[in-house]
């Protein structure tokens, strides 16, 4: 028998582990995939330049604990302002002063009505709050790159509760590569998925395909669409609670496509592009993303889910390249690669939003189902979730408390 079993090797599990690596117990994290890092990963080799399929950017990065990890592992952190939001370009233009103070000004507002909702307990789609302006199409398709879902999908409250990151850096090398740094010397088994965790008694076993593991205690950092879809079961069936909050917290959808270029061909700066202010069903671009010769397509909400599902993301983002820069410039790709988060067995989706009237579930998934069973990861923090800063500060959290009561009971 283990002391610790930690499910699951992204940033949360990786957290939880190192919290405890000098803590003289037995641990062990048992990872479903054939590597670390989760919804953190980079892929350098398809396209021969470092592309972050999931988290690429360090929110928080003056305080995110990742920031230093990966300056300890010699990575580059790009400390340069992103020029998201109002100053992005649109359809390849660079707005006028003008332009840019009027969306500010507009996606200002709306801030301003969802924080004053929330602020007054009504925990409501903030599509209901919004005025159908002429940057209404624009917040929308905001809602789903930030949310992964659609305005009507998004709780006032969970989105008021998100804590502002004003410091948002890149990492030349890329974010998924600090995150298998970080992981390695850990106790991490790959190629372990868990199925199904008992915990009906003294001690925890977790069924694996290669036999099962005891445990005194437990750390669940599976995401809520894997476990609510049935992709890890418990027995007994979780309490009401924890069962609904799964249900409460669903992975959204964001999708990148990332198209090589040879160096020669691409503007020399990074820079993003918004592809249609006029629409919600849109792409962000990223020009050069983490200084490296690529554009990159980002999809979220419903055309990411849809695009997923019918195969077509790659030539959407062509199509829309072409659209904005010219067919000349589209020709000069020499390279795709496309993510598909949904189809995910082992994520489900890009990273979870609560149903409007529930953005308290959060709180409730934090709380321990017993002193030796705890749920950790993105979804779990109220301030920072759909971070891997958020999943780093839950799984540190579930590690002391379990700590604690291994330390302090039989
Ligand atoms: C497209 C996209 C863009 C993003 N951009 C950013 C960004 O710029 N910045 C940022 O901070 N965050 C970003 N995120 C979110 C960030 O990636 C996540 O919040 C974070 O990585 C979640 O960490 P986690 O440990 O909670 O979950 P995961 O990383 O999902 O880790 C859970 C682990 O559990 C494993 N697992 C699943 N089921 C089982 C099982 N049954 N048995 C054993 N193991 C199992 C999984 O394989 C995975 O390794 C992005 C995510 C996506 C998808």
Redo the contacts with the bound molecule.
């Keep these: 028998m283990i002391d610790i079993a930690i499910?699951?090797?992204?940033?949360?599990?990786i957290a939880a582990a190192r919290q405890l690596a000098d803590s003289g117990l037995e641990v062990r994290v048992?990872?479903?995939?054939g590597r670390v890092?989760?919804?953190?990963c980079t892929d350098t080799a398809t396209l021969g330049a470092a592309a972050d399929l999931?988290?690429?950017?360090l929110?928080f990065a003056d305080e995110n604990p990742w920031t230093a990890l990966a300056r300890a592992q010699g990575c580059t952190v790009i400390e340069r302002d992103p020029g998201w939001g109002a100053s992005s370009r649109v359809r390849g233009a660079t707005p006028t002063p003008a332009q840019s103070a009027a969306a500010e000004a507009a996606l200002g507002r709306n801030w301003e009505l969802i924080g004053a909702a929330a602020q007054a307990g009504r925990d409501v789609p903030v599509s209901t709050l919004l005025p159908e302006d002429a940057f209404r199409p624009r917040f929308d398709a905001i809602m789903t790159w930030i949310m992964g879902v659609e305005s009507r999908e998004v709780s006032s409250v969970d989105l008021d509760r998100y804590a502002e990151s004003r410091c948002d850096w890149a990492v030349a090398e890329g974010l998924g590569s600090v995150l298998e740094g970080a992981a390695r010397g850990l106790p991490v088994r790959l190629n372990?998925?868990?199925t199904q965790v008992h915990w009906g008694g003294s001690r925890l076993r977790l069924s694996t395909p290669e036999g099962e593991v005891e445990a005194r205690g437990a750390i669940v950092?599976?995401?809520t669409s894997?476990i609510h879809g049935g992709?890890?079961r418990f027995a007994p069936p979780l309490p009401q609670s924890h069962a609904s909050a799964l249900a409460d917290l669903p992975l959204g959808s964001?999708?990148?496509v990332f198209f090589r270029f040879d160096e020669a061909q691409l503007p020399p700066e990074s820079f993003h592009c918004l592809a249609d202010a006029t629409r919600s069903r849109t792409i962000h671009f990223g020009m050069r993303p983490a200084g490296q010769p690529l554009v990159m397509a980002y999809f979220g909400g419903d055309l990411s889910r849809d695009l997923e599902r019918e195969d077509a993301l790659a030539a959407y983002a062509r199509e829309a390249l072409g659209d904005i820069y010219g067919a000349q410039f589209a020709g000069g790709i020499c390279g795709t690669l496309a993510?598909a988060?949904n189809g995910d067995p082992?994520?489900r989706g890009?990273?979870s939003s609560a149903r409007p009237g529930a953005a308290d579930q959060r709180r409730t998934l934090s709380q321990p189902v017993t002193p030796r069973l705890l749920f950790a990861?993105?979804a779990c923090d109220e301030n920072h979730y759909?971070?891997?800063?958020?999943?780093w500060r839950s799984g540190v959290a579930a590690a002391d408390s379990l700590l604690h009561t291994l330390r302090t009971t039989p």
Excluded: D, F
């Excluded at 499910?7 to 599990?13: H, L, M, Q, V, W």
């Excluded at 890092?37 to 953190?40: F, L, M, N, T, Y």
């Design positions: 499910i699951g090797a992204g940033a949360a599990g048992l990872e479903a995939r890092g989760g919804r953190g999931g988290a690429a950017w929110h372990t998925p868990v950092t599976v995401p894997v992709g890890l964001c999708n990148k993510t988060w082992w994520a890009c990273y990861g993105e759909g971070t891997i800063y958020g999943a």
